[in-house]
Each structure stands twice: as C-alpha cells, then as structure tokens.
C-alpha cells in the first residue's frame, strides 16, 4: 500500500501491512488484473502515479472484490490522487475507502495525514485519534497527534500521546525527542534530559543534531 505523500514517495510502515488479496480471490486472478494490482498498490515513483490511478480503477470495476478489498484500492488511489496534486479526488476517495471499511484504521491515518499536509490540523487530528482508537498500537498515530498538540501549544496533550508511543515502542527515538520538547515546555528539565539522551542512545545519529545547555549529547 502506498503513502500519498508528496515528498519522499514510498510506503509507509504503518500501512504496509495492509495487503490485497493474499486468498482465494488472488489465486483466480487472470494475470491482466494481478498486473493491475502491482501498478496500483506499487508503483515504482511519482512518475507512476497516473498510471496507477488508471490501473486502480479498472480494478474497481471488477465486481469479484468484496468491500474489504475495494476499499484497499480507494485507499491506493487516493494515494495516487494526492501524489499527483488531485485533493479533491483524493478526498472523496480517502472518504469512500472509510466508508466501504470503516474499521481500517490506515485509511484514518493516511486521510489524517493528508489534512496535516494541507495544514487543516483539527481534522487531520481527529482522523489520527480514531486511527489510534481503533488500533491502539499505531504508534505512527501517537506520534503525528503529540506533534500537532506541540504545534498548537498543547504540550500535556503532547506528552500524553507521546508517552503513549514510547509505550507502544520504546525503541522509537522520534517518540523520545517529542516527549522530551514537550517535557521542555512543561519545566519538567530533567525529564526532558533523560528522554534527550534515550533518544541518542536509540539513535547515535542523533548525537549531533541536539543538545543539553549547548552541549551535544553524547
């Protein structure tokens, strides 16, 4: 499945568990329609993207996948629509794939995300919270609703969700580096140290890139 995001087109780990069809209906395809598939779950680059919209739909015409499924290839498509510029298509799309499935906490997420590209952050943090609320270790989920909670000043919010991260993942030093900004904002000092020098300990690349009282973090 892959990300609509404009930059750095690619797949993103939240949704990349989100398969097609690895069952009977897959087995029974004509190879037409399992090369369809490829080109609209995974087009190589954004060069791609039209021809995957275009190999979306005609999957969409094929009357032999349940809603599970089609709901994946609004998803895909919506995708695609987003990587080539097309909001309003992406929209309806992302809206339709929630509709056909709206269990699937990645269509959520990814419609979230899209509002967090475009700056609407109320919507783009609702989507993110039910995401979370369906599937509570979407840790990609917590993490993009503590950033808009700093990004809105809500730093208790922020360090809620991203305490929540760390939880579900305590290897994740973006989660650490959030908590530790938003125990900063807070006056909680040596927290914020502590989840500073976790946050270089999980990822030395980090070392020197930030620091405590203009000192880098060894």
Known sequence: MMSYRKAGFGILAAIACVAFAPNAIAANLSPEVSAQITSCFSPADAAALPAAIDACTKLLAHPEFDAVHRSRIYLSRAAAYAGTGAGEKAVADFNKSIQLNPGEPHAYYNRGAYWMDHSNLVAAKADFKKAAQIDGTLTVAYLKIGAIDEQTGDFAGALEAFSQAIKNDPTDAKAFLG?????????????????????????????????????PVH
């Open 179 to 215: 908590r530790s900004a938003a125990n900063a904002k807070l006056g909680h000092g040596d927290a914020a140290i502590a989840d500073i020098r976790s946050a270089v300990r999980l990822d030395p690349s980090l070392a020197g890139s930030v620091r405590i009282n203009g000192k």
